[in-house]
């Protein structure tokens, strides 16, 4: 057994310790806002925060996070997270999500990336598309995506 701080909640998971997070997290918690993508840490659709860092959970076996803490895209937009909440409403501001599928890990990581920023900071275009370019979006909707990360950035200021 491992216990794994999912959200703000301790959760029991009886699961080889080598199992990724984002299995854990579909699989035993039913949390499935975390998305599937390469396997391979490259597209980030599997992004979530461990101790506040944006993380690849394909690639991050349970053994790695016990003991640590745990956000996925379920509490991050939905709870009392100001930053994700402000990301959040600037994706659906700028119409950022087409398909979709790679949209909670994109708010993943512009989240990880704007609490990163010392307070009132308004980061630039190229720190933008530094901090989000692990993240691949099939669609293209790059453009829409930093403007809304910036949007996001001037609404926490």
Not at 57 to 66: D, F, G, H
Not at 119 to 136: T, V
Request: proline share 3%.
């Amino acid at each position: 057994m491992t216990t794994l701080n999912v959200n703000g909640r301790a959760q029991a998971l009886d699961a080889d310790p080598a199992t990724p997070v984002l299995w854990a997290l579909r699989d035993h918690l039913g949390l499935t806002g975390t998305k599937f993508g390469c396997g391979a840490a490259l597209c980030g659709a599997c992004t979530v925060h461990v101790d506040g860092q944006a993380v690849r959970s394909c690639v991050t076996p349970v053994s790695a996070v016990a003991g640590r803490r745990v956000q996925t895209i379920e509490q991050v937009t939905g709870g009392k997270d100001r930053v994700g909440n402000a990301v959040h409403a600037a994706w659906v501001k700028h119409d950022v999500a087409q398909c979709g599928y790679c949209q909670s890990g994109q708010i993943m990581s512009a989240t990880a990336f704007l609490k990163s920023l010392p307070k009132g900071k308004q980061p630039s275009a190229a720190e933008i598309d530094a901090a989000m370019a692990g993240n691949l979006c099939r669609c293209g909707t790059y453009a829409r995506i930093r403007a809304a990360v910036a949007d996001a950035a001037r609404a926490l200021a």
